[in-house]
């Protein structure tokens, strides 16, 4: 993939277009044409927060970058500083999740004790087809990323924050995503590193499921079927994590509520 940016006028056939749905539509200002894919610019403004201007960068081709701001509508973006007592409440958070999630494993393992020869077959192949789309959707790195089949929403902090001061930025909004595609949605700034990150998709069509990375590596997923909300979290480390909503039926459309812990080089460091 070239890394040449030019900018250029954005066409009236591409711009966000007016929709009956809630929430603040996006609007793309401006396109930056890359090499095989184009990057839509759009900024938001949250009037009543001070900490309040945002960038958000859809990357894609650009039909599939259209769309995306013709249907999604930010319901929610905010960031707010995390104080003492936040800190603490999140790790005991953090630990809940941790617990109740090797509780679900040991569940899932006493279960495939339960089942006969001919269901265990079944659990294996179905293992191993949603290993191979393990592999398909999540790349090993950023320069990895098929924009071919799938777009990157990130999400800036244009506000200055104090870089020894953690923050919470949540995010709520309501795309949809396309069969055998993802959604890849990451914070992108250059105050601190995301610590943290916890998402949910409450389903309105089709079959979203979520899948957490951070780098290359899987941290967390949730595929409960049509219908079904879905949830992950992942901590611990710090880095690039990245969530892929990935549509694995046709009409797939969803309201997806995210928050990223952000902290700075020192805070990173006692975690």
Known sequence: ??????????????????????????????????????????????????????????????????????EARILSLRIVPITARDGYLEEQHAAWLKRNLERFKRSQVALLQLLDLDKKADLAAWSVREADLLDLISPSGEHDLDFER????????????????????????????????????????????????????????????LYLYQGGAWRDDSTHGPGQSESVHGDGTSGTWRLHVHGQGAGSTYTLNASWIIKNNDQRQDH
């Open 1 to 70: 993939m070239g890394n040449r940016k030019t900018k250029v006028t954005v066409p009236s056939d591409m711009a966000s277009t007016e929709s009956p749905k809630s929430g603040t539509p996006i609007t793309f200002h401006e396109y930056i044409q890359h090499d095989g894919f184009v990057t839509g610019v759009a900024r938001y403004q949250e009037p009543t927060a001070d900490l309040g201007d945002f960038q958000i960068r859809v990357s894609g081709q650009p039909e599939s970058v259209n769309v995306f701001g013709a």
């Open 150 to 209: 799938h777009r990157l929403v990130e999400i800036q902090v244009l506000s200055k924050l104090n870089p020894k001061q953690a923050y919470r930025l949540s995010l709520q909004i309501d795309p949809s995503v396309a069969v055998g595609t993802c959604d890849i949605f990451r914070y992108s700034g250059d105050t601190g590193e995301i610590s943290e990150m916890d998402a949910s998709i409450t389903v309105q069509g089709g079959n979203p499921d």
